[in-house]
T-cell receptor, first 112, second 113 residues
Framework: NAGVTQTPKFRILKIGQSMTLQCAQD?????MYWYRQDPGMGLKLIYY???????DKGEVPNGYNVSRSTTEDFPLRLELAAPSQTSVYFC???????????FGEGSRLTVL | DQQVKQNSPSLSVQEGRISILNCDYT??????FLWYKKYPAEGPTFLIS?????DKNEDGRFTVFLNKSAKHLSLHIVPSQPGDSAVYFC????????????FGEGTQLTVNP
């Protein structure tokens, strides 16, 4: 099925560990995004990309890094995980000229 | 600075009745507004949108109303069904780039049979 695929769905990390959340889309969308959702809060933009090789910071980029080597893939890297990064992470791409985001199912990350 | 606010964390309605979810915004530059629905353990899905040049957009049981002077929009669901039970996010943007999209906190809608 076409869409946005995120892995892993769940992960527990220890403080100071690093990991990469994977995101892939097969809709040939240029624009891709990473959001985090904390309980009782809306989605906050971490990083986004307007195409392969181009990335930019969103609202809450600290503690994260991204890369975009292909149109399909947009991994999110957490370096030196902290408890404040416990959250649900959503990757999304945008349907061109609509403003409508197409989200993955989310990755729940817990940092202990 | 919360530019998009959904002041009701939760709403409970009876099946068949109308559900009204509200959203307020502060940034006058916003010109495009969207509603997303989210079920547990799933990503949000797009529901309906409205451009600032309109004051109403309808799609089946879902209607979004925009009051620009009050910086307020609302989502009406008529009739409400138990399957509508979900968290609803309001979002606002200027332009159609997702990098300019700001989300509200969400409202948990529960439709009781």
């Amino acid at each position: 099925n076409a869409g946005v695929t995120q892995t892993p769905k769940f992960r527990i990390l220890k403080i100071g560990q690093s990991m990469t959340l994977q995101c892939a889309q097969d809709m040939n969308h240029n624009y891709m995004y990473w959001y985090r959702q904390d309980p009782g809060m809306g989605l906050k933009l971490i990083y986004y990309s307007v195409g392969a090789g181009i990335t930019d910071k969103g609202e809450v980029p600290n503690g994260y890094n991204v890369s975009r080597s292909t149109t399909e893939d947009f991994p999110l890297r957490l370096e030196l995980a902290a408890p404040s990064q416990t959250s649900v992470y959503f990757c999304a791409s945008i349907v061109p000229n609509t403003g409508e985001l197409f989200f993955g199912e989310g990755s729940r990350l817990t940092v202990l | 600075d919360q530019q998009v606010k959904q002041n009701s964390p939760s709403l409970s309605v009876q099946e068949g009745r109308i559900s009204i979810l509200n959203c307020d915004y502060t940034n006058s530059m916003f010109d495009y507004f969207l509603w997303y629905k989210k079920y547990p353990a799933e990503g949000p899905t797009f529901l309906i949108s409205i451009s600032s040049i309109k004051d109403k957009n309808e799609d089946g049981r879902f209607t979004v109303f925009l009051n620009k002077s009050a910086k307020h929009l609302s989502l009406h669901i008529v009739p409400s069904q138990p399957g509508d039970s979900a968290v609803y996010f309001c979002a606002a943007s200027w332009g159609t780039s997702g990098s300019r999209l700001t989300f509200g906190e969400g409202t948990q809608l529960t439709v009781n049979p």
